[in-house]
């Protein structure tokens, strides 16, 4: 089976959150599994650096007023993985971020940047770009590719069956009702039953509406979204889907994600010996100029400083966390009145906080290994990978239950440290109260090392790999697209390439 993954960030080419790193190991996963995963993703400048092999694969003919655009293919670093990459000067190729200018301010053109990226997935669907590969099925990610599905759906010939994934239901790529034209939608469709979402074309709505089959990432996320108070205003038209509709939990990518052989930590560690945990930990201290104590806990807090994410609550707590005599390291951009914030607190508990405001990718996995407590709270979260990754790291995290968060963590209570299930510490309200609360446990339990030590290897021991999800996939896949998929057949093999990369580094 071949399937085209359309995304707009994959981990290493391109990454703002979670989405990437998905991008990055879903389809290295599918291809163990005997898929023929093919990404595609536009050709920004540091994506197109870093993908190894690029040559010219097809001139893209003008579209939606782009005439400058130029397919490349060219191979995922470090692994068996092949890369289209759209490039078009006019669209892709400019410094700043990847949906924003340098000043934060979102790209104006926006909606042709990700309606084109949509418009080379069909035209690669539909075979007419004379590759050498003509996908069965489509996987559309999140609103920048949400109107392939769309797009598949108004050809005329045989087309292939797609499957759209929302990461995040309130990233939705709305836009003025004046930008249809120019992006090759039938008006006809601009109403209530199609794209129309408040006066506004809406890409997630898109999405949502014309894929043959729609998932999300994590079972609750999934029922979640069904109601109004999580479903951002779609959760009638996801009610509407049925059956089409599922929630599969994400994985994470362990060799990326490894303490036994992160090349950035200065003594990797395992289950068998976590000994090299408190090495890590002295060296977050020393690093960011806080008092080098074993005994002192470190909490960490590695996202974006949004509302999403609770930064708010967090910045509430904080003063009580120092009073107690923690630890706080928090790497993380975002709202700018929340990185403010987080730096006025620096400055005000020196010693005690350290705040690195910026996306700085070796410091999230040295913050991991070295901090005893993650803090993972989330108003809502689809999936959240971080808390993933603490587990894997023996870093227990604390974590709201909702989405993905109540699917991976399971909360350290009497019962669950007697059946050793306890993996962390799971609170239910979204305010300072209930964090503090679960900060609280969090501490008793720390100042119990026999304890602790229990649950970090409990912790440890999760398998959060991405085998059964992608198995899901491909029997999703397998689903719309009704062709089987020959499980154990696979197309390549990471593990093998990805040692290479971790000698290099
Ligand atoms: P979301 O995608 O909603 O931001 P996830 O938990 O799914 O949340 O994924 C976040 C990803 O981004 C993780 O890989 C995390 O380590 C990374 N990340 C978030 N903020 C930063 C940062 N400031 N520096 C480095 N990595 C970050
Ligand atoms: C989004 C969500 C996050 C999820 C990620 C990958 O960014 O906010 O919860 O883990 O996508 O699916």
């Known amino acids: 089976m071949q399937v085209l993954f ?19 190991a879903l389809p290295l996963a599918l291809r163990r599994l005997g898929v023929d995963v093919r990404l595609l993703l536009p050709a920004y400048p540091r994506a197109y650096l870093r993908v190894e092999n690029a040559r010219i694969a097809a001139k893209i003919p003008p579209a939606l007023g782009v005439n400058d655009a130029t397919l490349i293919a060219g191979k995922f670093p470090d692994a068996d993985l092949p890369v289209y990459l759209i490039d078009s000067p006019q669209l892709f190729r400019r410094n700043g971020g990847l949906y924003q200018d340098e000043a934060g301010k979102e790209w104006p053109d926006n909606p042709l940047r990700f309606a084109f990226l949509a418009h080379v997935g069909r035209e690669i669907a539909m075979g007419r770009l004379g590759l050498d590969f003509k996908p069965d099925l489509v996987h559309a990610n999140d609103w920048h590719a949400g109107l392939l599905p769309l797009y598949l759906t108004l050809e005329r010939g045989e087309r292939p069956a797609t499957i759209f994934t929302t990461h995040n239901m309130a990233f939705q790529g709305n836009c003025p009702a004046d930008w249809l034209g120019r992006l090759d939608i039938p008006p006809a469709l601009y109403s209530t039953g199609g794209i129309e979402f408040y006066g506004h074309i809406s890409f997630l709505k898109a999405g949502l509406r014309y894929a043959d089959r729609v998932t999300t990432v994590s079972p609750t996320y999934a029922r979640e979204i069904l109601t109004p108070a999580f479903g951002c205003g779609m959760d009638g038209v996801l009610t509407e889907r049925g059956e089409d509709f599922s929630g599969i939990l994400n994985g994470i990518d362990e060799n990326l994600w490894n303490p036994g052989a992160d090349p950035v930590l200065p003594r990797p560690y395992r289950e068998t010996d976590i000994s090299g945990k408190r090495v890590c930990k002295a060296a977050l201290q020393a690093e960011f100029g806080l008092n080098i104590d074993p005994e002192t806990p470190v909490f960490g807090f590695v996202s974006r400083l949004t509302h999403q994410k609770m930064a708010d609550v967090v910045l509430e707590v904080l003063p009580w966390l120092t009073e107690q005599g923690a630890q706080f390291v928090v790497v993380g951009e975002g709202d700018p009145a929340m990185e403010a914030a987080f730096e006025a607190a620096r400055e005000r508990f020196a010693g005690n906080v350290a705040v690195i405001i910026g996306y700085d ?36 995290p604390i974590v709201r239950r909702t989405g993905g968060l109540a699917d991976t963590v399971v909360d350290a209570t009497a019962t669950s440290i007697a059946d050793r299930s306890a993996t962390g510490f799971v609170f239910d309200e ?5 964090l503090t609360e679960a900060v609280n446990r969090a501490q008793s339990l720390y100042r119990e090392p026999l304890i602790w030590r229990r649950l970090q290897l409990q912790a440890m021991a999760q398998d959060y790999s991405w085998t059964s999800s992608a198995t899901q996939y491909a029997a999703l896949y397998s689903a719309a697209s009704g062709l089987p998929v020959d499980l154990g057949q696979p197309v390549a093999d990471r593990s093998v390439v990805q040692t290479t990369r971790q000698a290099a580094s």
């Open 361 to 396: 990718e070796p410091l999230a996995h040295k913050l991991q290994a070295g901090c005893d407590i993650l803090m993972a709270p989330a108003r809502f979260e689809p999936c959240g990978l971080t808390q993933l990754y603490a587990l894997r790291y023996g870093t227990l």
């Open 6 to 24: 359309a995304t707009a960030e994959a981990y290493p080419l391109a990454k703002t959150g979670g989405l990437a790193d998905v991008s990055g």
């Open 430 to 434: 979204p305010t300072p109260a209930d």
